[in-house]
């Protein structure tokens, strides 16, 4: 008959034994070790029960256990360390025939991917300090679920920050804290779908994967080109719904101009309809004076999507929408039935950076060496790769370079760089329809992921790649 234990000598420990089974109780727990072991499920460095404890837990004799586990040691399955006790020392054995099958995508020396920051900046003794100060003092209500739009704390500093940076008129009640930006987009996409809405329009380029979550929201998507002066002003009959980016578009880099945002929100006033506004890199321009949100122009037709991916880390999981207030309760709902709620230590911790000023400062410092590396991006590639036309560049932590007619294509120059350990991206899979990618070819280059002391390297390398494919 199996036998299952827990929790022997403090350690919780599950494996099935049968003390029952042919050769004896010492040849059972043998098995049922090496089983785990085998299958993975005790993984290298894991420490199992001294085996007094074990012994009595099992109601075996101690001799059995020391003997089994001396076995596994000979047999290289466990390791017996002075003052560590017994732990597993062989990973899990999944078979030969799996292995060696799939092949090793090539080392990422220098990760260039567009729409990254720098996460080694991540403000760490800040984020500690503003922890320190905040908890001691919240409620204990704050650890319990609460209201799914997000703590009021966070909410209260986003509408004052918001308005203060970015020129959006946000009222705390208006203001749904999500788990960054693509639940966001989700869960507008979703309530805009139960409420008939069947078409969103999406910028033609486009974020790929945003376009994958509208549709598994509901709603089918429809392109609406960009040009020289951002999204086309002419919204597809059937669409109720545009999603843009308006500061900085997120593909081509060109900032939606005056006529072009006055005709989309006289078509929201007359159709009825929504723009979704994704200010995802809105704080951080370059050499221009800040564009504010387009959201501050028309509160009542337009929903404000940011994000602390750009500016702390995609993995803080923040992110909120500034919504006009006849979503702001179905938003809520739609909220609460995908998580109930956002976690509320990050909120709380935001909310302290952000009321100290010191999410402000962390910005800037940002915003001032992205800048320095763009600058210096922009002079290399003047001098050594004139034949490469940047496009972009003046906010953000990522440039569209085009490639000139007649040389390597975009698929090329991404493997050769790939080769070479350096991580772009190919503008090809942004566009709605693929014909329009033979149009205009271009890599989209970040210059913001690379630490610090990383960042030199990463630049000569790209350089290096664009050289060798086009030359001067």
Known sequence: MASEWANPAGLDLHVDFDPDAAGGRRAGLELALRTAIRDGRLAPGARLPATRALAEELGVARGTVTAAY??????????????????????????????????????????????????????????????????????????????????PELRTALAEYLGRTRGVVADPDDIVVTSGFLQALGLVARVLHDRGCTHVAMEDPCVPFHREVVRRAGPEVVPLPVDGVGAAGSVPADAGAVVLTPAHQAMLGVVLGPSRRRRLLDWAASTGGLLLEDDYDGELSHDRQRIGALQGMAPGHVAYAGTASKTLGPAVRLGWLVLPRRLVDAVAEAKFYADAQTESIGQLV???????????????????????????????????????????AAAGVQVLLELPPGGPGEAEVVALAAGRGVRVAALGPAWHDQRAAASRRGIVVGYATPADHAWAAALDALVDVLRSAFGR
């Open 70 to 151: 001396g076995q596994l040691v000979a047999e290289g399955y466990l390791a017996a360390r002075r003052g560590a006790g017994t732990v597993v020392a062989r990973a899990p054995d999944h078979g030969s025939r799996e292995r060696g099958t799939r092949p090793e995508p090539p080392r990422v020396r220098h990760d260039l991917y567009p729409g990254r920051p720098d996460v080694s900046a991540f403000p760490v003794q800040a984020w500690l300090n503003a922890a320190r100060r905040v908890l001691p003092r919240v409620e204990p209500a704050a650890f319990a679920l609460d209201d799914p739009r997000g703590r």
């Open 350 to 392: 935001l909310a302290e950076l952000i009321h100290r000023h010191d999410y402000d400062r962390h910005v800037r410092a940002q915003r001032l060496k992205y800048r320095r590396r763009r600058a210096q991006l922009l002079r290399r590639l003047a001098t050594e790769v004139p034949a490469v036309r940047v496009h972009g």
